[in-house]
C-alpha cells in the first residue's frame, strides 16, 4: 500500500508508531513500514509536492482494535485528528493522520 | 481498506478476478473481498455518488507479480487501462481499475 506524503519520514514514522510496525526502510524516497520484516503487505511513504486536498480520499484504512476507545484516545494524544466527512452517527470514529489523510476505527463488534 | 466506489459490486467482483480472491460479503453496501475468508487484510468496496476525480489517488495499491509482462497483459485484458500520471520512464506499470483507481504492477526484482 502506498501513501503520498508531503514529509514521508515524518508520516512515515508516525504509523510506525500509531501501529507499532517497524521501519524497514528508512529511504526518504521510499520510506517503508510492515508489521514485521518480510510480512506484506507494508505501507509505503513516498514524497509528493503537494498537500493532500480537503477532499476525502477514495481509498481509506479501517482499523478494528479490541478497545475502540483506548485506541482512539491513544492516536488522537499522537496526532490524530477527529474528521467530519459526513459519516453522521455511526459506530465508528473517523480519523485523520498529521497530514490529513482519513482512516476508521472500527468498534470491536463492527463487521 | 476500503475504497470507495460508484457501483461497488462491480468493482469489487472485478478485484476480485483481478486478484483470484474470495467475495466474503456481497451486500452492495459494504461489498468485501478477502484472499481467503478470515484472512486480513480485507478490500471493502463501499457505495458513494460521485465518481472518482481525475486527480490521482493519494492511497494506492502495489503489486509485485513474478511475471509482470504477463499480469499487465492480463489485467488489462480484464478491463484496466495503462495511465499516465507522471511516472516518466519506470521500471513498473501504472494501471487503472474501471473506475480508474491507479495501481502498479512492479517488476519482480523491484524493490
Known sequence: MVVDAVDPVALGQWW???????VVNDDPGAFEIQREPERLPGIIFLPVGTAKP??????HLDFRPDEQEFEVERL?????RRVEVGQGVVSWVVLAD?????FCV??????
Open 16 to 22: 510506525a508508531t500509531a501501529l507499532g510496525w517497524t
Open 106 to 111: 472500527l468498534s470491536a463488534a463492527a463487521r
Open 98 to 102: 498529521p497530514e490529513g489523510n482519513e
Open 54 to 59: 480537503s477532499s476525502k480520499n477514495r481509498l
Open 76 to 80: 488522537v494524544d499522537l496526532g490524530a
